[in-house]
């Protein structure tokens, strides 16, 4: 079993990656593998030009497209974020927005386990943390919950370990998300049908 961590910071060591690695610990001591993603603080935003829609993958082909294959082999997503203005950094966003629309396998998300964080210096986690999940709801994905909000605070990753009861929070999330693993992977073992995901209507609210 394997999670992608996709860290939305453009400080690759700085405090996001510090929440993202304590979640990261308690995986590898579940016995689960991890592949890092680093979101490039030059990400473009979505043209709308919709070549995703008739074709495998984004028009770009940049990190999104090479995040493709790592995002199929593995079993779950768990995604972090610097808090800009109450809500995650733009490049993330940018990321996010085309990775989720224009992944091929769009389908295979159904169930995939998903969990986010923020780490900010005071406020501003709620609606980021909020932000990120929308991306996984609307994809069907199980979005895997902790004892308390995902939101350490710290500027620097010094400030961050020093955040007891937000690490505790974050070492809960990785138990978490491990259970859920392994309780997906012992149901496929058992021979448990997922639930048929009904497709094909697609409407707006103008009639």
Same mark, same amino acid.
């Given at each position: ?76 997503? %768990?995604?972090?974020?610097?808090? *800009? /203005?109450?809500? !995650?950094?733009? +490049?993330? =966003? ?78 809960? %999330?990785?138990?978490?998300?491990? *259970? /859920?693993?392994? !309780?997906?992977? +012992?149901? =496929? ?19």
């Amino acid at each position: 079993m394997k999670v992608l961590i996709i860290n939305g910071s453009p400080h690759p060591k700085g405090s996001t990656y510090t929440a993202l690695h304590e979640v990261e610990k308690i995986l590898h001591e579940e016995g689960i593998e991890t592949k890092w993603v680093n979101v490039s603080p030059v990400t473009s935003s979505c043209l709308d030009c919709d070549y995703c829609g008739k074709n495998d993958g984004c028009v770009r082909k940049d990190q999104v497209n090479e995040t493709y294959p790592l995002l199929d082999e593995s079993d779950g997503l %768990l995604i972090g974020s610097p808090v *800009y /203005y109450a809500g !995650m950094n733009g +490049a993330l =966003k940018s990321f996010l927005d085309r990775l989720f629309i224009s992944y091929p396998n769009r389908k295979t998300l159904n169930l995939k386990a998903a969990a986010s964080l923020s780490c900010s210096r005071r406020a501003g986690n709620l609606t980021t943390n909020d932000a990120i999940n929308k991306f996984f709801s609307i994809s069907g994905m199980t979005i895997i919950t902790s004892t308390y909000w995902n939101d350490p605070h710290g500027n620097y990753p010094e400030e961050v370990i020093t955040d007891e009861e937000g690490l505790q929070t974050l070492r809960n %999330l990785g138990r978490n998300m491990a *259970y /859920y693993l392994k !309780m997906r992977e +012992a149901a =496929k073992e058992k021979g448990l049908p997922e639930p048929v995901i009904e497709k094909g209507h697609h409407t707006n609210f103008v009639r």
